[in-house]
Each structure stands twice: as C-alpha cells, then as structure tokens.
C-alpha cells in the first residue's frame, strides 16, 4: 500500500512539473506558480529555477566561420565513434518519470554543444564564443549542490578570470573593469563558501584560493605599472580589495590568532 501510494504521489508531481515547467516558459514566474501547490514547493522550487536559468543563458549568434569549422570537427569526433544501434529518439523521449526525460534532454545538448564549449575554452571577453564559455561555467555552478564543489569552482573562475585579465593587459590601453571586477569578486564567493565549510575542508579550499589570490596581487601589481592614467584609481582599488581578501583568507586558516581580522 506505501509503495502504491509513493507511485502516485511521483506520478503527480511529474505531472505538475510539466505543467509548471509550461508555466515558467510563458513567462510566469517561478513563486507564483508554487502557491498552487506549497506541499510540494521544495521538490519543484530547484527544477524550475533550472528551467528559469537555462532559458536565461546567452545565446550567441556565430558567423559562417565558426559554424562551418563546429560542423567539420562534429563530423570528425562523430566518426571515431560507433552510433548504437536500435537508438530511437522517441523511445528516449517517451521515458518517465520526467527527470529521465530531462537527463536525456541535456545529454542531447552536450553532444550537439560540445565542439562549440570546446572552442569557446580559451575565448576572451569581446569574442563570440565568450558567452558560451560563461553560460557553461553558470550551468556547472547551477549543478553544483555542495558547498565545497562550488568552492572549487569559485576558485576556478577566479583564475580564468585573472589569466583573462592579464591576456588583455596592455600598456596604455584601458582595462576592462568589468573583469576585474568578476575576478575579485568569484574570489570573494570562493572566501564565503569556505567559511561555511567545517575546518579540514576549509583548509584544503583556503590553499586553493590563497594561491589564486596571489597570482591576482601579481597581475594587478603589474598592471599598476602599465595602467594608463585613468586607471590608477581603479587598480589601486582593486589592489586594495585584494588585500582585504587576503586578511579573510587569514582569518580562515588562523581562526584563534587574536591580530586577524576579517574586513
């Protein structure tokens, strides 16, 4: 009789998520659509902010270029490998529970979107491919459940943001605020998602960001030497929230010295 009842009770929540997920793509926003059904907000709250995210990811518009150069390598990665046979579309789209169904959804995506995510890896800011490499990095966030795993890719972001910043780094030219301002700050969550962690985890992610963060000092040490005149005050800002970070870091590795003090 349970197991009954917990099959019923799958299926009709199944059922108002789709009903749901229909809602949000016409634009109804995700709280309202859970007052109609609060016993089971917790469960759809996260679904539907994935749909909410997904939708919301940028969609960039490549040139005859790029599309003709994702074709050519598609075809060669798609000819190392052996297609499964029997493989039917509408068997793995008529599969419940829903969740199977959006697993196979979103494995679709990855094939189709691999060559195009492995391109956009090494893109800058202003480059086509950018936001892609960006909306992957928001959907492996999204992902992410627990708090040391988005710790880590926290610190990651904060690098690449960094190695970006110093790519662009040019004597004279105007540096691009916005990325510094995204570098410290995917540090800065780094910082706050260590402090949530208990102490063993923490000390293993707060060696992580100490290092990253000290490569950050060291970009923006030499970008104060090459800086152009309106960005001296930007740089030194930035140099001094870099600083702050640091005595976080601090805090966190040395939490019973008396002399620190977390800004």
Not at 121 to 130: E, K, V
Request: with cysteine; charged share 25%; proline share 5%.
């Amino acid at each position: 009789m349970t197991i009954f009842r917990d099959k019923v009770m799958k299926t009709k929540i199944e059922e108002i998520l789709d009903e749901l997920i229909a809602e949000v793509k016409r634009g109804r926003s995700v709280d309202d659509c859970l007052r109609e059904y609060p016993e089971y907000a917790d469960e759809l709250r996260p679904l539907l902010h994935l749909v909410n995210s997904i939708a919301e990811l940028p969609k960039p518009e490549p040139s005859a270029e790029v599309i003709e150069t994702v074709i050519n390598q598609a075809r060669v990665l798609l000819s190392e490998q052996k297609a499964p046979k029997g493989f039917s579309l509408r068997e793995i789209f008529a599969l419940r529970p829903v969740m199977v169904r959006v697993a196979a959804i979103t494995l679709l995506v990855f094939v189709v979107g691999l060559t195009t995510v492995s391109l956009s890896a090494n893109s800058l800011p202003g480059h086509m491919l950018y936001p892609i490499k960006i909306a992957t990095e928001r959907v492996q966030l999204l992902l992410t459940t627990d708090t040391k795993g988005k710790a880590r890719l926290h610190v990651v972001y904060a690098g690449k943001r960094t190695d970006e910043f110093m790519s662009l780094l040019t004597p004279g030219v105007k540096i691009n605020e916005d990325l510094l301002a995204k570098m410290l700050h995917e540090t800065g969550l780094a910082i706050n998602c260590a402090e949530l962690l208990d102490e063993n985890s923490a000390l293993e992610i707060i060696d992580q960001i100490y290092e990253c963060s000290k490569q950050q000092m060291k970009v923006l040490q030499e970008a104060r030497h090459c800086a152009c005149d309106g960005d001296t005050a930007v740089i030194e800002e930035a140099i001094q929230d870099c600083l702050n970070q640091h005595k976080c870091i601090e805090c966190i590795k040395n939490p019973d010295a008396s002399n620190r003090h977390c800004p």
